[in-house]
C-alpha cells in the first residue's frame, strides 16, 4: 500500500506523541489502571509496520 509522504510524516508525528502519552500510560497500567494510549499504541505500531517497505 502506498502512502504520500506528507501522511507518513504526519503518522510519525502521531507516533512520538502517542509515545510519550504510552510511556505515562504503561506506569499507570502497572499499578492497575488500563491506558487507552498504550491501546492506541499498539495500533499505530501495527499500522506502521505494514506500511513498511521500499
Do not use: C, Y
Not at 507516533?15 to 498504550?38: C, V
Request: proline letters at 6%.
Amino acid at each position: 500500500m502506498q502512502i504520500k509522504p506528507e501522511l507518513d510524516d504526519a503518522l510519525s508525528d502521531i507516533q512520538k506523541m502517542l509515545s510519550r502519552s504510552a510511556s505515562k500510560g504503561l506506569k499507570a497500567e502497572n499499578r492497575g489502571r488500563g491506558s487507552p494510549a498504550t491501546r492506541l499504541l499498539s495500533v499505530a505500531n501495527q499500522t506502521q509496520s505494514s506500511h513498511d517497505g521500499p
